[in-house]
Each structure stands twice: as structure tokens, then as C-alpha cells.
T-cell receptor, first 113, second 114 residues
Framework: AQSVTQPDIHITVSEGASLELRCNYS??????LFWYVQSPGQGLQLLLK??????LVQGIKGFEAEFKRSQSSFNLRKPSVHWSDAAEYFC???????????FGDGTTLTVKP | EAQVTQNPRYLITVTGKKLTVTCSQN?????MSWYRQDPGLGLRQIYY???????DKGDVPEGYKVSRKEKRNFPLILESPSPNQTSLYFC?????????????FGPGTRLTVT
């Protein structure tokens, strides 16, 4: 069965500091991996996705993520955080052929001025 | 504008009173899915549909029903709601089968069952 673990429930960083959100997955084959962001009171928006090829993936809003098969990880990074990045972030693994999608429990990001 | 719409956005109801939350997408997507979001539990998949008349259970289907009679609509039905179904519900859709397209989410429906 597929699963996703986001070890950090809540992270606080200062504006301008770098950010890394952790995601570990369990999946039987090459996974399809996604990062979504949810701003307060909003739906989810895709930040980036990985399904093959280059293991370093660029997304919107200056985010990137690196797929590391040996560590079963897909960590999200941003070199300099902006106050508008405060939100909840979800890592997800998908099985597009079978239709099931599994999300992590989410990491809430707080940005200090 | 390409979008997934849900109605109602907010609903307060009582235990046992049947309700339907509608979901509609205008992107001609084959795949649609329902999730519930609870604090500390992330998003959990309730049901999904790979195409018209094809539905399957997700991880938490108990107490819910769905139907997919046409491509654009995927209503979620609670025949006899209970307080443990108080949650934030999201509908999502994505194009094509067998491809790693992301899901497009609706704005959410906040349901309270008293």
C-alpha cells in the first residue's frame, strides 16, 4: 500500500531564510509525487510534480523539490521564504492507473517577519 | 475559466438528514475524486471515479455514496449524516488516465453535522 509521511507538523522560519519541508513515501514502483499548497480558507494548488526524468523539479513561486529514490524522499525547498508563503503544504503520491491518491498529513508553515 | 465548483460551500445539518454536495468541472476531465480534510489527518480519499459510470472506494468510504452519470458531475451523498462526518470536503478532477497530471481542486465545502 502506498503511504506518505510528512514528519514536521509545524515549521516556523524567518522571512528571507531558506526552507526545507520533508516528505517520505512508500510505494511499490516508481512513484508519481506532488507537492500542493493550501492557503487559509482556500483549496489546494499544485506547486510541482515528479513522475520521471530529472530528479530536481522546479515549480511555481520559486519552489523546487528533489526526488531521492534511495531515501524514498521528495523534499520541498525554497532558498528565500516570503511572508506570503505561510500556508499548509501537502505531499502526495499518486497511482494514476488505479486512481488512488494518498496525501501526507500536511506541514503548516509560519513565516516570522 | 477552467474550474471545479462545489455547492454548497457551507452547510450545517442535523444527524440523519440526507444531504448531497455537488461537484462540477468544466475541463472535460475523466477522473474525479472526493476527499475529506480533518485537522492533523491531511486529506483522505473517500471515493474516486475513473470515468462515467465507473466509481471506486478510497480510504474512507463508509457513510458516503457517489454517482457519476455524466462526465462533468460527481455528487457526494450522505444518506444519514453523523457528527463524525463533520469535516471539510474537497472535490478534485484531473485529465486522462495513465498520465501523471495533477489534480485540480474545488474550493471546499465545510460541513457541520449536529
Amino acid at each position: 500500500a502506498q503511504s506518505v509521511t510528512q514528519p514536521d507538523i509545524h515549521i516556523t522560519v524567518s522571512e528571507g531564510a531558506s526552507l526545507e519541508l520533508r516528505c517520505n513515501y512508500s510505494y511499490g514502483a516508481t512513484p508519481y509525487l506532488f507537492w500542493y499548497v493550501q492557503s487559509p480558507g482556500q483549496g489546494l494548488q499544485l506547486l510541482l510534480k515528479y513522475f520521471s526524468g530529472d530528479t530536481l523539479v522546479q515549480g511555481i513561486k520559486g519552489f523546487e523539490a528533489e526526488f531521492k529514490r534511495s531515501q524514498s524522499s521528495f523534499n520541498l525547498r525554497k532558498p528565500s521564504v516570503h511572508w506570503s508563503d505561510a500556508a499548509e503544504y501537502f505531499c502526495a503520491v499518486g497511482n494514476t492507473n488505479a486512481g488512488k491518491s494518498t496525501f501526507g498529513d500536511g506541514t503548516t508553515l509560519t513565516v516570522k517577519p | 475559466e477552467a474550474q471545479v465548483t462545489q455547492n454548497p460551500r457551507y452547510l450545517i445539518t442535523v444527524t440523519g438528514k440526507k444531504l448531497t454536495v455537488t461537484c462540477s468541472q468544466n475541463m472535460n476531465h475523466e477522473y474525479m475524486s472526493w476527499y475529506r480534510q480533518d485537522p492533523g489527518l491531511g486529506l483522505r480519499q473517500i471515493y474516486y471515479s475513473m470515468n462515467v459510470e465507473v466509481t471506486d472506494k478510497g480510504d474512507v468510504p463508509e457513510g458516503y455514496k457517489v454517482s457519476r452519470k455524466e462526465k462533468r458531475n460527481f455528487p457526494l451523498i450522505l444518506e444519514s449524516p453523523s457528527p463524525n462526518q463533520t469535516s471539510l470536503y474537497f472535490c478534485a478532477s484531473r485529465p486522462s488516465l495513465g498520465e501523471a497530471y495533477e489534480q485540480y481542486f474545488g474550493p471546499g465545502t465545510r460541513l457541520t453535522v449536529t
